[in-house]
């Protein structure tokens, strides 16, 4: 077996705490999950002044089924930040329907 490539588009940011890809874009829930952690990634670096972030602790559920015409979007939140940890949270939306959420603890450098 030959490994796969994934091709994932890139995220474009639409206020601080919302992204969207694309509508054009064909994804499918593994680029989905890639994406959303992207977006909950970047809110955690924004979250902690800028700073890098490396994950400690991701979970990822899918919660929907995925409707390759609507327009994916993604929201996040900060559920908590100390002085060496963030914990984030964002979900994906495809059209109005929540598909995929995502929580993560990040350590700050």
Not at 35 to 64: E, N
Not at 77 to 100: C, I, Q, S, Y
């Amino acid at each position: 077996m030959t490994g796969q490539v994934l091709s994932v588009p890139a995220l474009e940011w639409t206020s601080d705490t919302e992204a969207a890809v694309n509508p054009a874009d064909s994804i499918g829930e593994e680029e989905l999950g890639l994406l959303l952690l992207r977006a909950v990634r970047a809110f955690a670096s924004q979250a902690a002044g800028g700073a890098s972030v490396h994950p400690v602790s991701i979970t990822l559920d899918t919660t929907a089924r995925l409707d390759a015409e609507a327009p994916i979007t993604f929201t996040t939140a900060l559920d908590r930040r100390t002085r060496t940890l963030v914990f984030a949270n964002g979900t994906a939306h495809a059209g109005n329907a929540g598909v995929m959420t995502a929580t993560a603890v990040y350590r700050i450098d």
